[in-house]
């Protein structure tokens, strides 16, 4: 007989947490506990996002990330906890909170919030959000917890909001030689191989790195007008050491953190510094991960 595992999902209600959820609830033999701040929500939205869960068959659980006494009742029985919290304020504290309980309730293993490319091979500076990725990983390999990270370049779903795209004039821009190949990968996919994740014996202290698609620059610009029918004028934006020095500028006089680092998300594509170097869908033949003109040709630019 083989006993059902729990996993837990940190973040449920959020545009992956909810993904995460339905899809480990398609493989029919995990027990999924949903964890939500408020069984109770205020938001119309959340509430029927926790309806549809509960119906499927996912058990919420109340649980805040800051507040670590939630914590341990959400995490006890667990088997494997994944996180798809957002980037904010609660990204490393809250995380390390939930990463102390799960270590405290004897959870076997431990997703971050990552879902992005590999931030491992950055530097701290290269990017002010996946900084936080580092520092709640650096930490999760102190714990001793097993960990899986789930790494799978750019949501697709954002491809026209890149800086490459300036779509109000009809513009695409790249930089370098555009021939730097990015890896990309919708929402939907990157929840089916979370849900592989969470049990594949051969993920213990791994990365798994996957993408729907890897294309240039320039094969982008191609497929989008392909998909859409509209032609963009190339725009050569300089090299990446320009880019690197524009970054470092406008860093130095923005307001806001948005301001530049959609440019730092870039440049760790364009310049492959974040660049996946083991691509391993063919671990699950059963996902068939859709490529950015199959995305592009069903509308969604
Ligand atoms: N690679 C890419 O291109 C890309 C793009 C976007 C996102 N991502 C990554 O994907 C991951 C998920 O992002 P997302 O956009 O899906 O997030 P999101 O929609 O902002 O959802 C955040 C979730 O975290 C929950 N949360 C916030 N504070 C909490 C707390 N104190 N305690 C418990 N739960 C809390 C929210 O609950 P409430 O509903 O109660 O607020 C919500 O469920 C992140 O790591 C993000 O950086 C990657």
């Not at 709640?136 to 750019?154: D, I, M, P």
Request: proline residues 3%; glycine residues 8%.
């Amino acid at each position: 007989m083989t006993t059902k595992l729990t996993v837990l999902v940190a973040g449920a209600t959020g545009m992956l947490g909810t993904k995460i959820v339905s899809a480990l609830l398609d493989k029919g033999n995990i027990d999924v506990r949903a964890m939500v701040r408020s069984l109770d929500d205020s938001k119309e939205e959340n509430r029927q996002k926790k309806g549809a869960m509960k119906t499927k068959g996912a058990t919420l659980i109340a649980g805040d990330l800051m507040q670590p006494e939630t914590l341990l009742p959400a995490c006890a029985g667990v088997d494997v906890v994944v996180s798809a919290i957002g980037n904010n304020e609660v990204t490393v504290p809250g995380q390390k909170n939930l990463i102390d309980a799960a270590k405290q309730q004897g959870v076997k293993r431990f997703i971050p919030s990552d879902y992005s490319v590999d931030y491992r091979k950055l530097d701290y500076g290269d990017n002010d959000n996946l900084d936080k990725r580092k520092e709640v990983f650096e930490y999760l390999q102190q714990s001793g917890l097993e960990y899986t990270l789930v790494l799978n370049g750019a949501f697709m779903e954002f491809i026209t909001y890149m800086p490459l795209f300036d779509l109000k004039n009809q513009i695409f821009q790249y930089w370098g030689d555009g021939e730097m190949p990015l890896d990309l990968t919708t929402t939907d996919d990157t929840a089916k191989y979370v849900a592989e994740a969470v049990s594949d014996p051969d993920l213990a202290n791994m990365a798994l790195e996957v993408a729907g698609d890897t294309l240039t620059s320039k094969q982008l610009k191609a497929i989008y007008e392909g998909a859409t029918g509209s032609k963009l004028t190339e725009k050569s934006l300089g090299s990446i050491a320009e880019m690197q020095a524009w970054i470092t500028a406008k860093k130095a006089s923005a307001k806001t953190l948005n301001e530049y680092v959609f440019h730092q998300y870039m440049y760790a594509m364009v310049s492959g510094k974040g660049k996946l170097d083991t691509i391993g869908n063919d671990r699950y033949p059963h996902i068939k991960p859709i490529t950015v003109k199959q995305f592009l040709s069903k509308g969604n630019s």
